[in-house]
């Protein structure tokens, strides 16, 4: 049934409820087929029966949806600064958390071992049965390429993480199916599969954690570029002669607006720091971050200039994006984002009305994720629902390495 299989499940998952009637007439498939493909998905526990709909005249149609408890996957978001953990169930909802220290606070041995019993944990702690796990979800940042059978990441300045095959290591560890993706592609499709929204509709996710990416969802899957390594505008020059980036290149978005840059902004205003009792040698920078918005948030000005100021400049590059793709809807999400998110949505789609190219034509719709925080996670481990229950189409054309 192949991609057939997977377009009805998404067209369940988008609807909610739906009749095989309307099944038919959103996919164009014959009845005889939805039928044949509804009972293989009911005989696979992935959907269930649920009601009556409204009556057209003749009997009542029975509607479906999603069975949510039916499977489950594990997410792992997988940064400098932390690791996160998360349960989700089939509709992408999080069951349960937990988050440890990231690659540049303990070695990769370490790492692994503990991602693995924390994979253990969650599992244990929400008393889900390991036949139900469909697998697990790696979202990595930095640059990544497909090296004969997994899938090696590389951070920067990072060397004990050069090239390393992470997907192998945790496969190794927990026994289980490992799937590797870049972080912000992973926040795009967790957006896709837990919003609803329908394969018809296109739209660009921004993801806004240490780092800033992009994610661009199309035709219901998510574009990937030649190696994976899609969606990097916070490598994106917008100033020639601006600060050095750790990438190589000068003026990077992300040494002008991500979360790490406004707390060195701040540091440098020694009464921003006393009154808001930044300590700068935190290991999270998301924790002065956080204290900066809620600043902010809360009527400081000096807080909420250092927002807008970055801001914008998240804003210039998204006209760019918007002018080259012709994006009608932009959504904002990651950490960064829990506590002045609005500011921050506010002051993009300023820009995006000012300066976009179609914005005569049609407005570019901006506007919060649900998923907030977990972001990168929870689509790991939709990524993995994607890809084992959808039509996802994952390209191996990948660079060798190593």
């Avoid at 009305?353 to 914005?359: G, M, P």
Wanted: hydrophobic share 40%.
């Amino acid at each position: 049934m192949g991609d057939n299989y997977g377009a009805l499940l998404d067209l369940i998952r988008s609807g909610g409820s739906i009749s095989r009637v309307e099944l038919a007439l959103r996919s164009g498939l014959t009845e005889a087929s939805v039928s044949r493909i509804v009972k293989q998905l009911l005989s696979d526990g992935v959907i269930a029966e649920t009601g009556r709909g409204a009556s057209t005249g003749g009997k009542r149609p029975t509607l479906l949806q999603l069975d949510n408890a039916s499977r489950h996957a594990i997410g792992l978001f997988i940064a400098e600064t932390r690791v996160e953990c998360v349960l989700t169930d089939l509709a992408g909802q999080v069951i349960a958390s937990s988050t440890s220290p990231g690659m540049a606070h303990q070695s990769r041995p370490a790492l692994v071992a503990r991602a693995a019993e924390a994979v253990d944990q969650l599992l244990t702690d929400a008393r889900v049965e390991s036949e139900t796990l469909l697998g697990i979800g790696v979202a990595v940042s930095g640059r990544q390429a497909f090296s004969g059978y997994a899938t090696r990441v590389h951070p920067f300045d990072l060397a004990e993480w050069e090239w390393s095959s992470i997907e192998r290591d945790l496969r190794e560890a927990t026994g289980r199916s490992i799937s590797v993706e870049n972080d912000s592609t992973c926040a795009a499709i967790g957006e896709f599969w837990s919003s609803r929204a329908p394969a018809a509709k296109d739209f660009g996710v921004v993801n806004i954690s240490n780092g800033i990416g992009f994610g661009l969802v199309t035709g219901g899957d998510v574009y990937r570029g030649a190696t994976s390594n899609v969606g990097e505008i916070g490598h994106m020059v917008l100033d020639v002669d601006g600060p050095e980036c750790p990438c190589g290149n000068r003026g990077c978005l992300e040494r002008l607006a991500a979360p790490p840059q406004i707390v060195d902004n701040a540091l440098q205003n020694s009464g921003l720091v006393e009154r808001l009792g930044l300590s700068g040698d935190g290991e999270d920078t998301l924790e002065d971050y956080d204290r900066i918005a809620t600043a902010a948030v809360g009527g400081d000005d000096e807080a909420r200039d250092l927002l807008t100021a970055a801001a914008r400049y998240i804003g210039i590059a998204l006209v760019s994006l918007t002018n080259v793709l012709d994006l009608e809807r932009i959504v904002l999400t990651g950490p960064a984002l829990d506590i002045a998110g609005q500011l921050v949505v506010d002051v993009v789609a300023a820009e995006l009305q000012k300066r976009a190219y179609v914005r005569d034509i049609h407005p570019t719709e901006v506007r919060l994720a649900d998923s907030g925080r977990h972001s990168s996670a929870i689509g790991a481990a939709a990524l993995v629902i994607h890809e084992r229950l959808g039509a996802v189409r994952r390209p191996r054309e990948l660079a060798i390495v190593g």
